[in-house]
Nanobody
């Protein structure tokens, strides 16, 4: 199983970016997908998660500015980021808690990370 993230980049404060992350490989089902971020010298933190049924959870720092969504048919999760602030600058990692199609075990996978830089 692989998670391929894309969509990061450099944007000015107040701007928007959309991240995408597609899961591929031997997948039976995906329960929860999400985004986390890690700034230099800091711990990785939750940004947002979404279940297969569409229930969402957001960090307080991004509520009202970021929106997580997913396309279950494409095994893809998106993160629409609006009103970006310099403090949103981080490497963003996608995450999937899924059932493997080969072993039928529940496993957590991480994408490779995509850099988001917000200039002031």
């Amino acid at each position: 199983v692989q998670l391929q993230a894309s969509g990061g980049g450099l944007v000015q404060a107040g701007g928007s970016l959309r991240l995408s992350c597609a899961a591929s490989g031997s997948i039976f089902s995906i329960n929860r997908m999400g985004w986390y971020r890690q700034a230099p010298g800091k711990q990785r933190e939750l940004v947002a998660t979404i279940t297969s049924g569409g229930s969402t959870n957001y960090a307080d720092s991004v509520k009202g500015r970021f929106t997580i969504s997913r396309d279950n048919a494409k095994n893809t999760v998106y993160l629409q980021m609006n009103s970006l602030k310099p403090e949103d600058t981080s490497v963003y990692y996608c995450n999937a808690f899924l059932v493997s199609g080969s072993s039928y075990n529940s496993v957590t996978y991480w994408g490779q990370g995509t850099q988001v830089t917000v200039s002031s």
